[in-house]
């Protein structure tokens, strides 16, 4: 009644190492998303799962199918792709969204639009907010 | 050719996933077609921008070159996080001028950027072409620029450009 | 034997990714602001959908599959959503 008693002993490690990969990972991510500080750092943490995370159980579920209906069985790789397609739309949104509510609330820890219009004109905005802040010693002094 | 099949990569493609998802049958093929043609034809009415490949055969080694470069920050991210946060760098927000213009490029970037852990896409300023990447772990700021520009930029600026 | 590793390597994926679960909802929960709220919230839902695929593993029924490619269709949907909520809803009135 159960395919599973028929496995082969090495799909069995395989389709062990590659789950608990998944598993781990994607524990990994969400342990990072509830501990790590700071909403830019969080960010990061969620796409653990959504790399190897997902790649190791989907991965894992392509042996198990494949193996017990002796042929390959690829759609579970669908999952992968769309996950792989998807995750970053998501992400740049809600950084954006997140971007912009922070610079509405003129937060210092996000890089507002004038440090960004600085930055890109390179080092001649560099030597002149240097000549701009001795230009500050001197009148103190 | 043109007219009815705008883009025949794009059908093989939703033929293969309907396949994928019904089966492998002939009475499966029909209908998977049927929709394929019809999503392609409801795409070129859209007129978006079609992708100029150059060099397709540089998309592998980009593929593979992401590859690597996913496991290897997969073991960094998961070891600062297992560390409890303790990292050798601090986190923080990074601008880079890009000189990729290619719509379809910038938009393989984004995804190759946000694929991978440690480095998050925030902002593409296209008025000034410069790209705004938060940084989990940064310790030195040269070493991830020459990492954006000479070894993803380099890549999709051969490809598409 | 296989049967014995198979089915302990699908228990302790199931549970890691519980506990998973329960940890994108904390966050979700404690917010502070909402796109940490957000940020749990698709964390939630791919943690789910991968939860469905080891379901479908450990009892070889491939219906888990359709289940879990509907749930992240929908988690990308409301995850777009909200996040546009949050750029054009509630910041600017």
Do not use: C
């Amino acid at each position: 009644m159960n395919p599973v008693t028929d496995l082969p002993l090495w799909a069995a490690w395989l389709i062990a190492f590659f789950l608990l990969l998944g598993a781990g990972l994607t524990l990994i991510g969400s342990f990072g998303l509830f501990r790590l500080p700071g909403f830019y750092d969080r960010i990061h943490a969620p796409t653990l799962g959504t790399s190897w995370g997902t790649a190791g159980i989907v991965i894992a579920s392509v042996i198990y199918f494949s193996v017990t209906e002796s042929q390959l069985v690829l759609h579970p790789l669908l999952i992968g792709v769309f996950v792989t397609v998807t995750t970053p739309v998501t992400l740049i949104l809600l950084s954006r969204a997140a971007l912009y509510r922070d610079r509405a609330e003129n937060n210092p820890d996000v890089p507002s639009l004038q440090l960004l219009e600085n930055t890109s004109q390179e080092s001649g905005s560099k030597t002149d907010s240097v000549t701009v802040h001795e230009s500050i010693g001197t009148a103190k002094e | 050719m043109n007219r009815l099949f705008p883009y025949p990569f794009l059908v093989v493609l939703l033929v293969i996933t309907w396949l994928m998802l019904a089966g492998f049958s002939v009475g499966q093929f029909l209908p998977g077609t049927l929709t394929a043609i019809m999503a392609a034809w409801g795409l070129a009415a859209l007129h978006p921008v079609k992708p100029r490949f150059q060099r397709r055969d540089l998309l592998f080694k980009l593929a593979a070159v992401v590859f690597y470069d996913i496991i290897r920050s997969n073991i960094a991210v998961a070891g600062i996080i297992l560390r409890g946060g303790k990292k050798a760098g601090v986190s923080s927000f990074i601008t880079i001028p890009l000189d990729l213009r290619d719509p379809t490029g910038l938009a393989i970037l984004a995804v190759i950027i946000t694929g991978t852990p440690g480095t998050a896409w925030i902002d593409y300023n296209s008025a000034r072409s410069t790209l705004t990447l938060h940084v989990f772990d940064l310790v030195d700021e040269a070493a991830w620029l020459d990492l954006i520009k000479n070894r993803y930029e380099y890549l999709l600026r051969e490809i598409f450009e | 034997m296989s049967a014995i590793i198979f089915f302990w390597s699908v228990t302790v994926a199931q549970t890691a990714l519980g506990i998973a679960m329960v940890l994108a909802f904390a966050r979700m929960i404690r917010g502070p602001r909402a796109q940490d709220r957000v940020l749990g919230l698709d964390a939630l839902y791919s943690n789910a959908m991968l939860l469905m695929l080891v379901f479908g593993i450990g009892t070889g029924n491939s219906l888990y599959f359709e289940i879990s490619l509907i749930m992240s269709a929908l988690g990308f949907v409301a995850t777009v959503a909200l996040a546009k909520f949050l750029m054009r809803g509630e910041v600017i009135e």
